[in-house]
Each structure stands twice: as structure tokens, then as C-alpha cells.
């Protein structure tokens, strides 16, 4: 272990939502962002924030505009602290980009560390309804945008690299460049298969049978990535980082991933 990474997880405190919210509003001025509050979790708001460049009215297919989410699970903090380092470096970057920034879903989860939100609601299967507070303020603020790229930032508990899951209209290799430039970090997870699923080299690209996954793997229930692929995004990516890994790794493994995704897709 560095001196690097045995100061930063000694310090650092995961669950952390004032400081990580703290963090994102100096950035606010820098950075051009607008703040929008979609809906409270017992107290804990759960925010978006947009570029002057994030236009409203672009269309699926003829877009430039950019999706970055993390934190819908709440015990999956390395999504939320890498989006957030990725736009503390990329600062100037992020300022030029036209982009909807969702930067802790489920506060509430990220707080006690627990995976649903505080109604003990998966967030992440809910995309589709309106009656939840934090979905119909989504709706508000992303509207009918469509987006050249949308990024998903997970965790999961059995993982023992990282990997991906690929919707894509774009380049054929999108995924496989994010992972390639990445995968110094932490590598591939190495199994041919994850929660039921067959994955090559930590990839597993999906595409025509979504409403199939929905009704017989999902109970009916769209997760952020599916919904935003079929209603709005070019490209949905799903990034996982394996949870029993250290905390400085897997952030650093977020943020270069989100950096090595926009790459891949020509953005910027």
C-alpha cells in the first residue's frame, strides 16, 4: 500500500454525503453548474446539477449531450467520490461539456450505507414511475434530452474485477476501450459469467432483448441504464468495481473509467 492510498483511506470517510455535497458546490461557479433538487430523502436532497451546454432540446440520435449517474445504490460509494474526483480534475473539461450530472442518486442509502432508499425502494428497478419523488424530479430535469452517452457507476459485493455492461448504438468497441484503459487500476473480473449472465473478458453487450430482461429477469422493473437506452441515451454504460477492493483504488478506477468512456466516444 502507498503512502497515497493509506492517507486517503485513513481520512476519507465514504458516507460522507455533507462533505461530497460540499465538494460539488464549489464547484458549481468553476464549473458552470446549475443545482436542482429532484426530491428529499429525510432531510437529505437529492440533487442534479447541469452545464450552460446541456440542451433540453437535442433528440436521441443527434445529440452531444452527456448522462453521469452514481450513487443510486447506496452502499456502492466509490461511484459517487469518482464522479465527483473526475470533475475536480477535469474541471475546465467538464465546464465545455453539455451534461446532466446526477452525482449521489440515494443519499439516504449512501449515508446508512444501504443499498435501498429510505421507503426500502431498489431505485434502480423504478425508472419507469412517476409516483416516486426522486424519479418524477429526474423526469423534470432531463425531459425528452436525448444523449450521445450515459454513464452508470456501480459496485458489487462479489465482483473480483471490474466489468461492464455495454448498450450500444455507437463504435462496437466503446465498452472494450473503457475497460482496456482502465483495467491498470483494478483488473477484468475474470468469471465467464455474473448473476446469471455470460461476459467476455469482463463485457457483456446487450441490445435487442431488453423487454425480454425487463418482464423475465426484472420482474417488470427498468433499471436506469435499460430506460435510458430505450428513451433517451445513444450509448448506456454500466460500470462495476469490486467492493472488496480499497476504497482509493476502486474511486480511481471510477474516475478513469468515466474519462476513458467520454474518450472512446468522441465527446469533447
Excluded at 429510505?118 to 419507469?128: G, P, S, V, Y
Excluded at 450500444?168 to 465498452?175: F, H
Excluded at 422493473?221 to 441515451?233: C, D, R, T, V
Amino acid at each position: 500500500m502507498t503512502e497515497e492510498e493509506q492517507r486517503y483511506l485513513v481520512e476519507h470517510d465514504a458516507h460522507d454525503f455533507g462533505a461530497l455535497l460540499d465538494r460539488w458546490r464549489v464547484l458549481m461557479r468553476p464549473c458552470c453548474l446549475s443545482e436542482h433538487t429532484l426530491s428529499d430523502q429525510q432531510g437529505h436532497p437529492v440533487v442534479a446539477y447541469v452545464t450552460e451546454r446541456f440542451d433540453r432540446t437535442a433528440r436521441r440520435g443527434a445529440s452531444e449531450n452527456v448522462y453521469l449517474c452514481a450513487g443510486v445504490h447506496g452502499d456502492e460509494p466509490a461511484g459517487v467520490w469518482g464522479l465527483l474526483e473526475w470533475a475536480e480534475t477535469h474541471a475546465e473539461r467538464l465546464r465545455g461539456l453539455p451534461a446532466a450530472i446526477f452525482p449521489c442518486f440515494n443519499p439516504w442509502g449512501l449515508i446508512h450505507n444501504r443499498r435501498h432508499d429510505e421507503a426500502d425502494r431498489d431505485l434502480n428497478r423504478l425508472f419507469h414511475l412517476d409516483e416516486v419523488p426522486a424519479i418524477r424530479g429526474w423526469r423534470e430535469v432531463v425531459g425528452d434530452a436525448g444523449f450521445r452517452l450515459a454513464l452508470h457507476l456501480h459496485e458489487d459485493y462479489d465482483a473480483r474485477g471490474i466489468y461492464l455492461y455495454e448498450l450500444s448504438e455507437l463504435s462496437a468497441d466503446i465498452g472494450e476501450r473503457s475497460l482496456a484503459a482502465t483495467e491498470a487500476i483494478i483488473p477484468r473480473e475474470p468469471r465467464p459469467e455474473v448473476d446469471g449472465s455470460p461476459f467476455e473478458n469482463g463485457l457483456l453487450r446487450r441490445g435487442d432483448d431488453l423487454e425480454r430482461v425487463v418482464s423475465e429477469e426484472l420482474g417488470g422493473g427498468y433499471p436506469e441504464a435499460i430506460w435510458m437506452y430505450l428513451k433517451h441515451a445513444q450509448a448506456a454504460l454500466t460500470f462495476e468495481t469490486p467492493s472488496e477492493y480499497s476504497l482509493w483504488r476502486r474511486v480511481r478506477a471510477q474516475s478513469r473509467f468515466i474519462e476513458a468512456a467520454l474518450a472512446a466516444a468522441e465527446i469533447g
